[in-house]
């Protein structure tokens, strides 16, 4: 049972560039979160996704930022027009979430973002 | 208002002493989950230790243990027999209700010093 996979693992970008992040939940997950983490720094939550479905994009800039979750594929993390400040490692994580507290999520290994 | 506050930003423990890492929570939901994460310099997530809010019993894993206090609202993790390997971020997290998201507290970095 493979688990949460990112992919690339490195993405280098040049500013006004596009970036694009994937992530695949592991299987029977539903719900995948993406978290946004600047060197020595905390997670920061972007959005939570369910198929089809932004349930909370709270944490995500208005502009430039946007993520889906297809029925079919990957959950996608889009960034439009890359800045400098943007670099940073970006995880995904996803949970089966049936409603539980008790259910915990899963990581991904990140994709660290450059803009050059 | 912080949902998770975790308010060492750097600790130091000497190898096979016992080290606690502070974390406090705020909600007003009756029932959550809080988590315990750990982030070596690698990168990854790694999940320790998790306690429900109507648990009685502090959890145990192996040398990780929660210390719950629910009136004071912390979740402290306890990390017996520290070993270099110990040496990494920890994040405190909470998942409140059904279907919400989870918070993170900013973490703190644990050094074990041989």
């Known amino acids: 049972n493979a688990g949460v996979m990112q992919n690339p693992r490195h993405l280098v970008r040049r500013r006004g560039q596009e970036a694009r992040l994937r992530c695949s939940p592991m299987?029977?997950?539903?719900?995948v979160y993406w978290y946004r983490q600047l060197p020595e720094e905390g997670l920061k939550f972007m959005v939570y996704?369910?198929?089809?479905?932004?349930?909370?994009e709270s944490g995500m800039p208005k502009e430039r930022f946007s993520a889906e979750f297809p029925k079919e594929g990957p959950s996608i993390l889009r960034i439009q027009q890359v800045v400098r400040g943007d670099s940073a490692a970006y995880f995904c994580?996803?949970?089966?979430?049936?409603?539980?507290?008790?259910?915990?999520?899963?990581f991904g290994s990140g994709t660290q973002l450059s803009v050059l | 208002a912080q949902k998770i506050t975790q308010t060492q930003p750097g600790m130091f423990v000497q190898e096979k002493e016992a080290v606690t890492l502070d974390c406090t929570y705020d909600?007003?939901?009756?029932?959550?989950?809080l988590f315990w994460y750990k982030q070596p310099s690698s990168g990854e997530m790694i999940f320790l230790i998790y306690q429900g809010s109507y648990d009685e019993q502090n959890a145990t894993e192996g040398r990780y243990s929660l210390n719950f206090q629910k009136a004071r609202k912390s979740a402290n993790l306890v990390i017996s027999a520290s070993q270099l390997g110990d040496s990494a971020m920890y994040f405190c997290a909470m998942r409140e209700g059904p279907g919400n998201q989870f918070y993170f507290g900013t973490g703190t970095s644990l050094t074990v010093i041989p």
């Open positions: 996704l369910q198929k089809e479905n932004i349930i909370d």
């Open positions: 994580a996803s949970s089966p979430n049936r409603g539980q507290t008790n259910e915990k999520l899963f």
């Open positions: 909600t007003s939901d009756q029932s959550y989950g």
């Open positions: 299987k029977g997950h539903s719900h």
